[in-house]
């Protein structure tokens, strides 16, 4: 079992800027992607941005150039700064961890962060 504890969000102006963290603990293991997505009121929830274990990233085309996922895994953990915010980023946001074992993989969610972009 993983858990996972987000942290960061907040309420920001249009053009402001915003780092959330996830913790992972319990069953972590070497090979594992962790990311962000999001859902506003009303829509879906939607991938904003993953970086896998060897670093390769994917980011929402709304959002490149404007955020940057890290993890840190000595640490277990993954950040999202999130730079020249819009209030169309208004969203909860939630972190996932996949845990690739040989041809299963386990997907965990976290408990969201609002995030709020309004001036």
């Known amino acids: 079992q993983v858990q996972l504890v987000e942290s960061g969000g907040g309420l920001v102006q249009p053009g402001g800027s915003l780092r959330l963290s996830c913790a992972a603990s319990?069953?972590?293991?070497?090979?594992?992607?962790m990311g962000w997505y999001r859902q506003a009121p009303g829509k879906q929830r939607e991938l904003v941005a993953t970086?896998?274990?060897?670093?390769?990233?994917v980011y929402e085309d709304s959002v490149k150039g404007r955020f940057t996922i890290s993890r840190d895994d000595a640490k277990n953990t993954v950040d999202l700064q999130m730079n020249s915010l819009k209030p169309e980023d208004t969203a909860v946001y939630y972190c996932?961890?996949?845990?690739?074992?040989?041809?299963?993989?386990?997907?965990?969610w976290g408990q969201g962060t609002q995030v709020t972009v309004s001036s």
């Open positions: 996932r961890f996949d845990k690739h074992l040989r041809t299963t993989t386990y997907t965990y």
């Open positions: 319990g069953s972590i293991f070497s090979i594992y992607t």
């Open positions: 970086i896998t274990s060897g670093g390769s990233t």
